[in-house]
């Protein structure tokens, strides 16, 4: 039963940010405001998420070999910068789209 709650919200936050996306009334759209706080609150929680795993993968490695933590933080690094700028061009995009 929580699972489908957590379909249903997730398929209406889609459906609603898809409406306002489609229509042409940029900021005086109602719903254009919403649309873009969901887009951002979805790609921030995707992002933090990618982050969290990447970054307790690269820990757990470490751990378990300490002496290439040299060869596994730097592309750590270079990782979570990728999966911040994904977070980044939501963030823009969504801001385009109600033409601030």
Same mark, same amino acid.
């Given at each position: ?18 409406? *306002?996306? =489609?229509? /042409? &009334?940029? $900021?005086?759209? @109602?719903? +254009? #405001? ?7 609150? !979805? ?12 970054? *307790?993968? =690269?820990? /757990? &490695?470490? $751990?378990?070999? @300490?002496? +290439? #933590? ?7 690094? !270079? ?14 995009? =969504? ?6």
């Amino acid at each position: 039963m929580k699972n489908m709650r957590i379909w249903l919200v997730l398929v209406a936050t889609f459906l609603v940010s898809c409406v *306002a996306f =489609a229509s /042409e &009334g940029g $900021a005086t759209d @109602p719903y +254009a #405001s919403l649309a873009a706080g969901l887009a951002i609150g !979805i790609a921030a929680f995707g992002g933090s998420l990618g982050q969290s795993k990447a970054a *307790a993968a =690269a820990l /757990e &490695g470490i $751990a378990r070999n @300490p002496s +290439a #933590s040299g060869k596994i933080f730097v592309p750590m690094i !270079i990782g979570l910068a990728l999966i911040e700028s994904l977070v980044l061009y939501a963030f823009v995009i =969504a801001f385009v789209k109600i033409k601030i």
